[in-house]
């Protein structure tokens, strides 16, 4: 039986941005459906499942935050924001705190909006797979389990989202070992091209407020200055 093509929901309000997405990803062989403002887009991720959502962060009726904000709060599926500008950094970290995994400028070459897309929906698939047959690792009052993608602090399920959880699985299960930046995007997405580094600090932080007693002051994710992160030895 021949393989579903990932589906993967691009939302943007401007026509000649949608059909040079829609021309670019169908070229790869995805699934593409297009919604053109944030009511349409919750709409359509209410109807059906998607492997990746491209969110516009300007958007009419609800805006690509206020839709990322929604998805997150009931799915765990990978979202890349569409920023308009390289200088809107704001921007751009206001889409991670809120839930975003990744983002993309849409000045960027086609090559490299490829290469990202492939990266997030491979990681994906993979992390699946990879963790089908893995135990459940236990760290004090933390409880992770990679085949159900579950993550349990004193008995309450704690929700992350896709890059998180990979974060927190590739640390919890070398603890003490220090991890670079880059090591962490090679791990989640299978290369750090194109990405910025400093985006990893921003999931780091997020993971630390939904698992650290105090996340100011953190006993399980530790910062190694000048090099990266690495999680507490028990």
Do not use: W
Not at 159 to 180: D, S
Not at 198 to 222: F, G, S
Request: with cysteine.
């Amino acid at each position: 039986m021949a393989t579903a093509s990932p589906r993967i929901l691009v939302v943007d309000d401007e026509q000649p941005v949608q059909q040079l997405l829609d021309r670019t990803l169908r070229s790869e062989g995805y699934d593409v459906v297009p919604a053109l403002d944030g009511e349409q887009a919750l709409d359509e991720i209410g109807r059906q499942a998607f492997d990746l959502v491209m969110l516009d962060v300007m958007l009419p009726k609800l805006d690509g935050f206020e839709v990322c904000r929604r998805v997150r709060a009931q799915s765990a599926v990978p979202i890349i924001m569409l920023t308009a500008k390289a200088e809107e950094v704001a921007d751009r970290v206001l889409g991670l705190e809120l839930g975003a995994d990744d983002y993309i400028i849409k000045t960027c070459s086609m090559r490299e909006l490829r290469s990202r897309v492939k990266a997030v929906l491979r990681r994906a698939r993979m992390s699946s797979a990879e963790h089908a047959a893995d135990d459940p690792l236990v760290h004090g009052g933390l409880r992770i389990d990679p085949a159900k993608r579950i993550v349990e602090r004193a008995g309450e399920t704690i929700k992350l989202t896709f890059f998180e959880f990979e974060i927190l699985l590739a640390l919890a299960r070398q603890p003490g070992r220090v991890f670079t930046r880059a090591e962490l995007l090679e791990h989640v997405l299978g290369d750090s091209e194109y990405r910025d580094q400093r985006t990893i600090d921003v999931h780091i932080r997020h993971l630390r407020e939904k698992l650290e007693a105090d996340p100011a002051n953190p006993e399980m994710i530790l910062t190694e200055r000048r090099v990266g992160y690495r999680f507490q030895e028990q």
